[in-house]
C-alpha cells in the first residue's frame, strides 16, 4: 500500500506539488498576522504556487530527464532521446526563476508563470495529437500529467489576476 502511495505521488508529481503547494499556503495564510486581507492570502497562495507547483515540479522535471531520462521516456510512451537533456535544462530554468519569483514583484512572477504556461500548454497540446496520432495513452501522455499541464497555467493566470485585482488600492476622487 505504502508503495503504490509513493509510486503514485512521484509518478504524479505536477499533481503532488500543487497539492503539497495549496497545503503550505493555507498554513502560511492561518498564521498569518491578523486581520487577513484578501490580498494577503492571494499573495501566500501565489508564493507557495511559485515555490511547489513551479520551482520544486520543474526542477523534479529536471531531474527525472536529464538523470533519468530512459525511464521519464518510457513514462510518457517515447523513445528515450538526446532531447530528454534538452526538456531537462529547459526545466531546471523554469524551477530557478521559479524560486526567484516567489517572493517577489508582479513583473518577475509573471515572467516566472507565462514560461511555464507557455510549455505546459504546448505539451498538453503535444499530449493530444499524441492520443490521437499514435494512440499514445501512456500514463504520462494522458493521465494525470496530461491534464496538470492544463490546470497548472490555468491556476497561474488565475492568481496574477486576483494578485492585481486585490493588489489595487482604490483611488480617492
Known amino acids: 500500500m505504502i508503495e503504490a502511495v509513493i509510486v503514485f505521488v512521484l509518478s504524479?508529481?505536477?499533481?503532488s506539488f500543487l497539492v503539497l503547494g495549496l497545503i503550505v499556503a493555507v498554513a502560511a495564510a492561518a498564521r498569518a498576522p491578523r486581520p487577513l486581507t484578501g490580498a494577503a492570502v492571494i499573495e501566500k497562495f501565489l508564493s507557495w504556487y511559485l515555490f511547489f507547483p513551479i520551482g520544486i515540479s520543474f526542477l523534479y522535471n529536471f531531474v527525472m530527464?536529464?538523470?533519468?531520462?530512459?525511464?521519464?521516456?518510457?513514462?510518457?510512451?517515447?523513445?528515450?532521446?538526446?532531447?530528454?537533456?534538452?526538456?531537462g535544462m529547459?526545466?531546471?530554468g523554469f524551477a530557478v526563476v521559479?524560486?526567484?519569483a516567489a517572493w517577489r514583484g508582479f513583473e518577475m512572477r509573471l515572467a516566472a508563470i507565462v514560461g511555464p504556461a507557455l510549455f505546459l500548454l504546448g505539451a498538453a497540446a503535444g499530449h493530444v495529437y499524441q492520443m490521437i496520432a499514435a494512440h499514445n495513452f501512456a500514463p504520462g501522455n494522458a493521465g494525470v500529467i496530461f491534464y496538470m499541464d492544463i490546470v497548472i497555467p490555468l491556476?497561474?493566470?488565475?492568481?496574477l489576476w486576483l494578485d492585481r485585482r486585490y493588489a489595487r488600492v482604490p483611488r480617492s476622487g
Open 155 to 159: 491556476l497561474g493566470f488565475v492568481l
Open 12 to 15: 504524479n508529481f505536477p499533481l
Open 65 to 87: 530527464h536529464v538523470f533519468f531520462g530512459r525511464m521519464a521516456a518510457t513514462f510518457i510512451g517515447w523513445a528515450d532521446s538526446p532531447f530528454q537533456f534538452e526538456v
Open 98 to 100: 521559479g524560486f526567484l
Open 90 to 92: 529547459a526545466s531546471l
